[in-house]
């Protein structure tokens, strides 16, 4: 009868923080992502509210979607594949159409050169800034910014497209 008085209070006590635990996980939900990109191997991914921090903190502002992913390529001169699901395919085009007209309309901004590519019916966009080169697009409800120091010129990485075609 002790032990199973005792087991019922572990239960009671391990039943709260098992809930908590599994609401985080939930928040946190993985993205899909390629294990490679180019010449580099997947090094770190980042996720859940961790992830929506950084993407807000980046535009100083709040703009994180509803599930966020970032993930690093490479141990040095990293690349970085920036993933937001929307759950409302509107929302996702309209944070994107909202992202290119701001960067096409900023004068002083720390990206140039921004265009559309043709061999996606312009649905892809492509700068340079900071000293890499940076594609963003749709596929579906993700909004995806690729940041790279790899050359795939006017092309996505193949690898990329897999898991999210534009």
């Known amino acids: 009868m002790t032990d199973g008085m ?24 993985q993205l899909p992502t390629p ?11 980042i996720s859940g509210k961790h992830a929506a921090r950084v993407v807000n903190k980046m535009h100083g502002q709040t703009v994180a979607a509803d599930v966020n992913v970032i993930v690093e390529y490479g141990m040095k001169k990293k690349d970085f594949l920036f993933i937001s699901y929307y759950r409302d395919q509107n929302e996702a ?3 994107f ?3 290119i007209e701001k960067m096409a309309s900023s004068k002083k901004g720390p990206f ?8 996606y019916n312009n649905k892809v966009y492509f700068t340079l800034g900071m000293g890499t080169g940076h594609y963003i697009f749709l596929s579906g409800k993700y909004l995806l910014w690729f940041q ?14 897999k898991f999210y075609p534009a």
């Open 6 to 29: 005792n087991l019922k209070s572990l239960l009671k006590l391990l039943c709260p923080i098992l809930i908590i635990f599994c609401l985080e996980c939930s928040n946190s939900t």
């Open 148 to 161: 790279t120091y790899q050359s795939f010129g006017e092309r996505l990485p193949p690898q990329l497209l």
């Open 97 to 99: 159409n909202l992202m």
């Open 35 to 45: 294990e490679k990109i180019g010449d580099k191997e997947l090094f770190r991914v």
């Open 93 to 95: 085009n309209d944070a």
């Open 112 to 119: 140039l050169h921004l265009i559309p590519l043709t061999a």
